[in-house]
């Protein structure tokens, strides 16, 4: 895609990333309670078959989670939440050893096992680093590509912090700030930029932020869109996340042609084919 040329390469699993094709990120949550029902993988079988499926389907990455991020999620415990995502890293390892996984965690000690015992390739952090303090320190120390994303607040909380001065160029000022951060601490490995759609913002702000990602690209790092069946769809539409699919995909394919390079999604065919069409439109 045109835009997409001007972005860096990425290293992931041995092999140098251009974007000259955006990337499908397949949400894998080792959940009981992820607001998609359909998503949630409790149990080997289930979890295989969820992985196996997204593979088939043309995901890139696997990013597996054990903390529900939704608004209103309950507390988990660490240890909670570090035990549901090495039992699904066992699997994965063990059944598909050549994945690019990507864990979604806030929290250092879980990346820091993650990365240390299962090889994860990314860190998927929705908190910037603000919900632990040794979080950025940690991925500094293991070096591996830093998904950085923009909220406000808890998973608890988040949706009581929606006031901006300026939404945009707020959100400028956050990841500049964050991203120099980052390179103090000695972080020298890609850091990829997630907005945070639905994290601390309106359902109006939402869409403000999909008409001005491409301003995101100032950065020259990828752009991560998690859309996938969310509240930014299902209000507008006035639907449920398990109606949401045609939704999702209309936002998909708006994001990547304000420049997204990874999509974060709970249905990969359907992304891959956004994908598709969208490329042969902007080189035809």
Known sequence: MHNVKKMPNILLRGKIIDFSSPLVMAIINCTPDSFFAASRCVGEYALIDAVETALKEGADIIDLGGYS?????????????WERIKEALTVIRQRFPQTVISVDTFRASVAECAVKEFDVDIINDISGGTLDDNLLPTVAKLNVPYILMHTRGTPQTMQQFTQYD????????????KITLLRQLGFTSDIIIDPGFGFAKTMDQNYELLKYLSVFDRFKMPILAGVSRKSMVCKLLDCEPSEALNGTTVVNTLALLHGANILRVHDVRQAVEAIKITQKMMWA
Do not use: W
Not at 69 to 81: C, I, K, L, N, Q
Not at 166 to 177: K, R, T
């Open 69 to 81: 991020t939704r608004p209103g999620a309950e507390f988990v415990t660490p240890d909670v939440e």
């Open 166 to 177: 300026n939404l945009i160029g707020d959100m400028l000022v956050y990841f500049s700030e």
